[in-house]
């Protein structure tokens, strides 16, 4: 026990280290105006997508299940919080900012709506499997969608403007932190086991006394919170929301990034999801061509390496840094499959 | 590997059992009372009656189709009975789910083998394990002090029960890659890591040669010694089951032809007709 959890603080502090390192580069290119205000956009729409894919991983990669709704979890995020925002005001309370503390605990109701969503279609929808849960999925999409136009409060089909440009790297990179750090710890217990095992073989997994419903409904939900919270992130980043934004096009968007990067590995999403939403940028020069090459990358992708860039397989800092060792010395072996702060690589 | 071909003296009991004499005075761990199941309108079994021992070793045999993974897939509920009593340790299991039956304590194994193939052969066993470690989510997460001590339990009774079939070495390697017999026997040890009083076992010995079942037979026993547990089989392979069963019930259409001792059930003429008259194998 002693030597996995001094092996468990010494890789986490390592991975603190990291990414205190990466955010205080960052932070000083962004202060500097090293980056300016169009790469700084882009690293935040690419911190919002992060988070949107890491959080589809452990429906898609870790359960195993085909939902096509996260989009629509992230529109009840983004609209919850944004209503939030732009109706209440808070004072700041000594040298904490009555803006950030609104924005936080807006996004974490936009979480909590969104869950609470989750759990609310995930009940019905999980008794299905494959093909019917992705068109269940995607029809509860299209009922958010329809539902936001529909209403007042939303804005309808006018949208929803005057929301506050509050996401910035900082807001970002805290809850990408959040994201990847609950998803791996959540994946190596006994409950992230019950989740893959639900995967691997649901018969198998319910003979050996694992509940089945329980354990869906938990990744469901988890997953659904944080695509509220990417909704938050995305509705203060873009600061204008219409219903279009969040069609069934984004949530294939997501699912697209998620199978790309590999489906059970947290690396990879982060990687995809960055390469990903910096392509299209990149190919702006080549507008004719931009959807053509974007698409010939997947389908290249998927037929070279099916199981997406990083298979099930998880960049660890620790195992780099011991691999770079052991060339001068036999370092000690560390565990597989390790990640954490696996948010350093990108 | 200890070798106990001795037998505990066989006392006769109401089911029509040769119980182990330890066993008398005990509730049975497993009775069936008039069990039966109707798919559509066919019976896929009938009046199915039975009761097993606390350490007893039972056969489920009979020809292809007779039935018999159906009676298991009765006993953890994956199909739910349309009549009669199925008990396990007194309690009525109707209306439970199969995880509730695991954790009442009936294990099984799966006749096509059913791993987590993509996940190591210790997390395999440690989700055998699963009910055991209590911790909750929050404490999974936030890393606290009972997920350690837990995690670390776990993960030397694990090697504990892959040690038991000299598996402990292949701890890392994922399950998909192990061969056929190390299959076969991990999935018995991820049973048994459910802590059962009831192992019942899908044709154990399918695809192995005449060695393996031997060694096979000698594990089963072991079983039922160290792990003090009732285990239910069904095999085709009558060397397994006439040499290591104390009881056997014979299943034709559905319906149980035959209840006895091995001996008793060798010479039992109803038994020689549906093997050699109707058997389609």
Same mark, same amino acid.
């Given at each position: 026990?002693?030597?996995?959890?001094?092996?468990?603080?010494?890789?986490?502090?390592?991975?603190?280290?990291?990414?205190?390192?990466?955010?205080?580069?960052?932070?000083?290119?962004?202060?500097?105006?090293?980056?300016?205000?169009?790469?700084?956009?882009?690293?935040?729409?690419? +911190?919002?997508?992060?988070?949107?894919?890491?959080? +589809?991983?452990?429906?898609?990669?870790?359960?195993?299940?085909?939902?096509?709704?996260?989009?629509?979890?992230?529109?009840?995020?983004?609209?919850?919080?944004?209503?939030?925002?732009?109706?209440?005001?808070?004072?700041?309370?000594?040298?904490?900012?009555?803006?950030?503390?609104?924005?936080?605990?807006?996004?974490?109701?936009?979480?909590?709506?969104?869950?609470?969503?989750?759990? +609310?279609?995930?009940? *019905?929808?999980?008794?299905?499997?494959? @093909?019917?849960?992705?068109?269940?999925?995607?029809?509860?999409?299209?009922?958010?969608?329809?539902?936001?136009?529909?209403?007042?409060?939303?804005?309808?089909?006018?949208?929803?403007?005057?929301?506050?440009?509050?996401?910035?790297?900082?807001?970002?990179?805290?809850?990408?932190?959040?994201?990847?750090?609950?998803?791996?710890?959540?994946?190596?217990?006994?409950?992230?086991?019950?989740?893959?095992?639900?995967?691997? @073989?649901?018969?198998?997994?319910?003979?050996?006394?694992?509940?089945?419903?329980?354990?869906?409904?938990?990744?469901?939900?988890?997953?659904?919170?944080?695509?509220?919270?990417?909704?938050?992130?995305?509705?203060?980043?873009?600061?204008?929301?219409?219903?279009?934004?969040?069609?069934?096009?984004?949530?294939?968007?997501?699912?697209?990034?998620?199978?790309?990067?590999?489906?059970?590995?947290?690396?990879?999403?982060?990687?995809?999801?960055?390469?990903?939403?910096?392509?299209?940028?990149?190919?702006?020069?080549?507008?004719?061509?931009?959807?053509?090459?974007?698409?010939?990358?997947?389908?290249?992708?998927?037929?070279?390496?099916?199981?997406?860039?990083?298979? #099930?397989?998880?960049?660890?800092?620790?195992?780099?840094?011991?691999?770079?060792?052991?060339?001068?010395?036999?370092?000690?072996?560390?565990?597989?499959?390790?990640?954490?702060?696996?948010?350093?690589?990108? | 590997?200890?070798?106990?071909?001795?037998?505990?003296?066989?006392? *006769?009991?109401?089911?029509?059992?040769?119980?182990? =004499?330890?066993?008398?005075?005990?509730?049975?761990?497993?009775?069936?009372?008039?069990?039966?199941? #109707?798919?559509?309108?066919?019976?896929?079994?009938?009046?199915?009656?039975?009761?097993?021992?606390?350490? =007893?070793?039972?056969?489920?045999?009979?020809?292809? &189709?007779?039935?018999?993974?159906?009676?298991?897939?009765?006993?953890?509920?994956?199909?739910?009975?349309?009549?009669?009593?199925?008990?396990? #340790?007194?309690?009525?299991?109707?209306?439970?789910?199969?995880?509730?039956?695991?954790?009442?304590?009936?294990?099984?194994?799966?006749?096509?083998?059913?791993?987590?193939?993509?996940?190591?052969?210790?997390?395999?066993?440690?989700?055998?394990?699963?009910?055991?470690?209590?911790?909750?989510?929050?404490?999974?997460?936030?890393?606290?002090?009972?997920?350690?001590?837990?995690?670390?339990?776990? @993960?030397?009774?694990?090697?504990?029960?892959?040690?038991?079939?000299?598996?402990?070495?292949?701890?890392?390697?994922?399950?998909?890659?192990?061969?056929?017999?190390?299959?076969?026997?991990?999935?018995?040890?991820?049973?048994?890591?459910?802590?059962?009083?009831?192992?019942?076992?899908?044709?154990?010995?399918?695809?192995?040669?005449?060695? =393996?079942?031997?060694?096979?037979?000698?594990?089963?026993?072991?079983?039922?010694?160290?792990?003090?547990?009732?285990?239910?089989?069904? =095999?085709? @392979?009558?060397?397994?089951?006439? &040499?290591?069963?104390?009881?056997?019930?014979?299943?034709?259409?559905?319906?149980?032809?035959?209840?006895?001792?091995?001996?008793?059930?060798?010479?039992?003429?109803?038994?020689?007709?549906?093997?050699?008259?109707?058997?389609?194998?």
């Amino acid at each position: 026990m002693e030597k996995n959890l001094r092996s468990f603080f010494r890789r986490s502090t390592l991975n603190v280290i990291l990414c205190v390192a990466f955010f205080a580069a960052v932070s000083y290119m962004i202060s500097a105006k090293i980056l300016n205000r169009y790469y700084t956009n882009i690293i935040n729409l690419v +911190l919002i997508y992060i988070i949107a894919a890491v959080s +589809l991983n452990l429906t898609c990669g870790y359960l195993g299940q085909l939902p096509l709704g996260h989009a629509g979890f992230m529109s009840i995020g983004a609209y919850t919080a944004a209503i939030i925002t732009t109706h209440f005001t808070l004072p700041d309370i000594g040298p904490v900012s009555g803006k950030a503390l609104l924005f936080l605990i807006a996004t974490v109701a936009g979480g909590v709506m969104a869950m609470a969503a989750g759990v +609310l279609i995930g009940l *019905p929808a999980l008794r299905l499997k494959g @093909d019917y849960l992705a068109i269940i999925t995607l029809a509860f999409g299209e009922i958010i969608r329809v539902l936001v136009q529909n209403i007042k409060i939303t804005g309808g089909a006018m949208g929803l403007g005057g929301i506050g440009k509050y996401t910035n790297f900082g807001w970002g990179f805290f809850w990408t932190v959040i994201v990847v750090a609950f998803t791996y710890l959540l994946i190596n217990s006994r409950h992230g086991r019950a989740i893959k095992s639900v995967r691997e @073989d649901e018969i198998a997994a319910e003979s050996v006394g694992i509940n089945l419903t329980y354990y869906k409904i938990v990744a469901f939900a988890g997953a659904a919170f944080f695509a509220g919270v990417s909704g938050s992130l995305f509705a203060h980043h873009i600061c204008y929301l219409e219903p279009g934004n969040f069609g069934y096009n984004m949530s294939i968007e997501m699912l697209v990034m998620v199978v790309l990067g590999g489906l059970g590995s947290i690396s990879g999403s982060i990687i995809a999801a960055t390469v990903l939403t910096i392509i299209p940028e990149v190919l702006q020069s080549f507008a004719t061509w931009k959807m053509i090459i974007y698409s010939l990358l997947l389908v290249v992708v998927m037929i070279f390496k099916p199981s997406g860039l990083m298979g #099930d397989y998880e960049f660890s800092a620790a195992r780099l840094i011991s691999r770079m060792l052991r060339r001068k010395e036999a370092a000690p072996k560390l565990p597989e499959n390790y990640t954490e702060g696996g948010e350093s690589d990108d | 590997m200890t070798n106990r071909t001795q037998r505990a003296p066989l006392v *006769p009991v109401p089911s029509g059992f040769l119980m182990r =004499e330890q066993d008398v005075d005990k509730t049975p761990v497993l009775e069936i009372r008039h069990l039966g199941v #109707d798919f559509g309108g066919l019976t896929a079994v009938e009046d199915f009656n039975m009761a097993l021992g606390r350490t =007893e070793i039972a056969g489920l045999i009979g020809p292809n &189709g007779a039935g018999k993974t159906t009676v298991f897939n009765l006993l953890t509920n994956e199909i739910e009975p349309t009549r009669g009593i199925i008990m396990i #340790d007194g309690y009525d299991t109707r209306g439970k789910k199969p995880y509730e039956i695991c954790r009442m304590g009936v294990a099984r194994t799966f006749q096509n083998i059913r791993l987590f193939r993509n996940m190591t052969v210790l997390e395999n066993v440690k989700i055998g394990l699963h009910n055991e470690m209590k911790y909750s989510l929050g404490e999974a997460v936030l890393r606290l002090p009972r997920y350690w001590s837990n995690e670390t339990v776990s @993960d030397m009774r694990a090697l504990e029960l892959l040690s038991f079939f000299n598996m402990q070495d292949a701890a890392e390697l994922k399950a998909g890659s192990l061969p056929y017999g190390a299959q076969r026997r991990l999935e018995i040890v991820r049973a048994l890591a459910t802590n059962p009083s009831l192992l019942l076992l899908d044709e154990p010995a399918a695809g192995m040669n005449p060695s =393996e079942t031997l060694e096979l037979m000698n594990n089963i026993r072991r079983i039922r010694d160290e792990f003090n547990i009732a285990v239910l089989l069904i =095999e085709h @392979d009558m060397n397994l089951v006439m &040499g290591v069963c104390d009881g056997i019930v014979v299943l034709n259409y559905g319906k149980i032809i035959a209840k006895g001792s091995p001996d008793d059930i060798m010479s039992d003429p109803v038994v020689i007709e549906a093997y050699l008259g109707k058997a389609d194998q």
